[in-house]
């Protein structure tokens, strides 16, 4: 059974963004999220000693969740020109090191994921780098998920000592309490220490509607009576997309040149970023 690690790499790129000061080549591109794109992924490859990765972007397109709902994820900032024209150099370097990546229109990078995983999970371990609370979901007995923020990796015991829950009872504990990072409105009100308490009651969102009356305070009773509609709406909303139509198999994981010495990675880095500061074509 070998091991298998699927990054969300937009995650990534917008942490290191925001987390790194602003860092420029002579020729004025942003290097700040390429490198700290680039310090977390091999830090990884070589505490884990990675043969088989997958690197997942989102794309600029609206996806399926957009449609649903317009305000889906309309806190966030709208990504700055300094950070986008760095991730085509990104995806350059990928290439360059052997590691593939993917993304597909009207899908985010969780959704792809998501594919990846149920694809082969009951064949493989996965190991997902990830900082989103919706991927909890996506916990089984093969699967874990690794936080590249500090490391701390989280497995279904994880999910059951902190929440008591099971990994697909996450879509109902969003559904009720929302999830501000990507703007998941739930039930105003409600946050998880309530939610957790509804769930450990009643078990699942259906359960509790179905149940209502057996909510004691009125407050919150009438709180979940008026905000039915958001609160499915929600539980839609941070659903991953297990299906997607594409095919891949195990083997198209593995990193095609594996030996890259570390220590030339920082020389294949300035390398890449000289050729693309030459064709401002490349960048656009």
């Known amino acids: 059974m070998a091991e298998i690690y699927l990054v969300d790499g937009s995650s990534i790129v917008y942490r290191s963004f925001y987390s790194i000061g602003k860092l420029e080549t002579s020729t004025g591109i942003q290097t700040n999220s390429i490198l700290g794109f680039f310090n977390t ?19 600029k397109e609206p996806t399926l969740r957009h449609k649903k709902f317009q305000d889906y994820k309309i806190k966030r900032k709208p990504m700055p020109d300094e950070l986008s024209s760095q991730i085509p150099v990104i995806k350059e370097i990928l290439q360059l090191i052997g590691i593939k990546y993917f993304e597909i229109p009207g899908y985010e990078a969780d959704d792809i994921i998501a594919t990846f995983t149920e694809k082969f ?33 989280k497995d279904i015991e994880y999910l059951k000592k ?20 990507d703007n998941i409105p739930g039930i105003p009100g409600i946050g998880e220490k309530t939610a ?14 179905e149940n209502i009356e057996k909510v004691k305070s009125e407050k919150l009773k009438e709180k979940i009576i008026q905000n039915r509609e958001i609160a499915f709406l929600s539980k839609e909303l941070v ?7 594409i095919d891949i198999k195990f083997e198209n994981l593995k990193i095609s040149s594996p030996d890259i010495p570390l220590a030339d990675v920082p020389a294949i880095i300035s390398s890449t970023l000289f050729i693309l500061s030459k064709n401002s074509n490349s960048l656009s």
């Open 121 to 153: 999970k009951n064949q493989h371990k996965v190991f997902i780098i990830t900082g989103d609370k919706d991927a909890l979901q996506l916990l089984d007995k093969n699967v874990k998920i690794i936080n590249p923020a500090n490391s701390e990796i």
């Open 196 to 209: 957790l308490k509804l769930l450990h009651q009643f078990s699942s969102l259906e359960e509790l509607y």
């Open 239 to 245: 659903k991953l997309h297990k299906n997607i139509d």
């Open 41 to 59: 992924l091999f830090k990884f490859l070589k505490e884990y000693k990675i043969r088989y990765i997958g690197i997942f972007f989102d794309l």
């Open 162 to 181: 902190k929440y008591n829950l099971t990994p697909e009872k996450i879509t109902d504990l969003l559904a009720l309490a929302g999830d501000t990072s």
